[in-house]
């Protein structure tokens, strides 16, 4: 079993910033693919940012320029710098890992950009 904790998410203002983190453990010895998807009320959820094993990342159109995913060294741990904060930016956030076995899932963190 892989478990995710995230952390990280709260109330900021429009043009603020946050820091969501995302640590993988249990049964888990290698780097994986990880990334980070999101879900507004009434919405799908969508990917948000990724990051493979070699590090190479990858953007929703709507963040590019504004958020940075990246990895704390050889560990399945990532992190999602998001600046420049706009209320549509408002979801839960959630951390995603893809291993052989599956897809794992943490349980959310609400981000809510509101004045």
């Known amino acids: 079993q892989v478990q995710l904790a995230e952390s990280g998410g709260g109330l900021v203002q429009p043009g603020g910033s946050l820091r969501l983190s995302c640590a993988a453990s249990?049964?888990?010895?290698?780097?994986?693919?990880m990334g980070w998807y999101r879900q507004a009320p009434g919405k799908q959820r969508e990917l948000v940012a990724g990051i493979s094993t070699t590090g190479s990342t990858n953007y929703a159109d709507s963040v590019k320029g504004r958020f940075t995913i990246s990895r704390d060294g050889g560990k399945n741990t990532v992190y999602l710098q998001m600046n420049s904060l706009k209320p549509e930016d408002t979801a839960v956030y959630y951390c995603?890992?893809?291993?052989?076995?599956?897809?794992?899932w943490g349980q959310g963190t609400q981000v809510t950009v509101s004045s």
């Open positions: 995603n890992l893809v291993s052989s076995r599956g897809t794992y």
């Open positions: 249990g049964s888990i010895f290698v780097i994986r693919p």
